[in-house]
């Protein structure tokens, strides 16, 4: 709200001050003195004195500068209507548009264009997925170094039987996963 009073003040402020070009202009008639006593150029005086002849002190108020049509304005009604569209039932971003309307509409617009067209409607925000987060995978077994991995690092040639495990690791095998070493059994119906 501070804002808007601040503009119009502003707008005050330059009002009264066009007032006071008129109002001299009115009392010397001499275009030149205004200006140089007032630091403002001819052709701004004169457009001041020329609204206010036509419309009075509500003349003298700053109008928007927008031009009234653009006719080399790129995207027309039916194009923005085509990227709303897009935009709505299939959720796409800028760059996703821009190859969507190329592909199906032959529409070729840059991303920026786009871009815009999509902030002056109030859709150039799409709400982000929020992935969960990665939790890792505990080792945790119902008993004690089931699945465990052991690396040995024997020379190739060597037979891994059970019975050369067994004389080779008496203690047990050292698990890579655990301080301890596992008891290796062995299984029957294995060699």
């Known amino acids: 709200m501070a804002s808007r009073d601040g503009r119009k003040d502003e707008t005050d402020r330059a009002v009264r001050l066009r007032l006071k070009w008129i109002a001299a202009y009115e009392e ?9 006593r007032f630091g403002v150029s001819r052709p701004t005086l004169r457009k001041w004195l020329r609204r206010y002849e036509a419309e009075g002190e509500a003349g003298l108020v700053e109008q ?4 009234h049509r653009s006719p080399t304005r790129k995207v027309g009604q ?3 209507a ?3 569209r897009l935009r709505r ?3 796409l971003g800028v760059k996703r548009l821009r190859i969507e309307l190329e592909r199906l509409h032959g529409l070729r617009l840059a991303a920026s264009t786009i871009h815009k067209v999509l902030t002056r409607l109030n859709l150039s925000a799409l709400p982000r ?11 945790s077994r119902p008993v004690p170094g089931d699945r465990v991995h052991f690396a040995l690092f024997l020379p190739f040639f060597l037979p891994l039987s059970p019975q050369f495990l067994l004389s080779t690791f008496p203690s047990g095998i ?3 996963c655990s301080r301890h070493p596992i008891p290796a ?3 029957p119906g294995q060699p």
Do not use: F, L, M, N
Request: include cysteine; hydrophobic fraction near 25%; proline fraction near 10%.
């Open 28 to 36: 010397v008639r001499d275009a030149g003195a205004v200006c140089r």
């Open 64 to 67: 928007s500068r927008r031009p």
């Open 78 to 80: 039916v194009q923005e």
């Open 82 to 84: 085509v990227i709303v």
């Open 89 to 91: 039932e299939r959720r």
């Open 129 to 139: 997925k929020r992935r969960p987060r990665h939790v890792p995978k505990r080792y």
């Open 174 to 176: 050292p698990g890579t």
């Open 185 to 187: 059994r062995h299984h």
